[in-house]
Nanobody
Framework: QVQLVESGGGSVQAGGSLRLSCASS????????MGWFRQAPGKEREGVAT????????YYVDSVEGRFTISQDNTKNTLYLQMNSLKPEDTAMYYC????????????????????WGQGKQVTVSS
């Protein structure tokens, strides 16, 4: 059973930076799709960034391209999301997710594809 535990996040002023981490266990950390999703109140869960752990192929939603970086450390079984130049519209609950049987690369951006989820971490950006 895959388990995902997130850490990081918090509150920051616009223009600041935060980093999210997602420690995974219960699987061999290779050839998975991993992703970061976010959900603001009253909005649907949105795919922010994904990475194919087998080759490091990444995807970013347009709104975070150039500001956010998804990365992996296979030695620590940990996924990261470095968030720079944060904006108030980035405020949301952020979740990491894993799809152990990906069928497409770059990885899917739809939340329903991902079978395993972390508990979520709040990111709040004030103006």
């Amino acid at each position: 059973q895959v388990q995902l535990v997130e850490s990081g996040g918090g509150s920051v002023q616009a223009g600041g930076s935060l980093r999210l981490s997602c420690a995974s266990s219960g699987h061999t950390y290779s050839a998975y799709c991993m992703g970061w999703f976010r959900q603001a109140p009253g909005k649907e869960r949105e795919g922010v960034a994904t990475i194919y752990t087998g080759g490091g192929i990444t995807y970013y939603v347009d709104s975070v391209e150039g500001r956010f970086t998804i990365s992996q450390d296979n030695t620590k079984n940990t996924l990261y999301l470095q968030m720079n130049s944060l904006k108030p519209e980035d405020t949301a609950m952020y979740y990491c997710a894993a799809d152990p049987s990906p069928t497409v690369v770059p990885c899917a951006r739809n939340a329903y594809v991902y079978a395993y989820w972390g508990q979520g971490k709040q990111v709040t950006v004030s103006s």
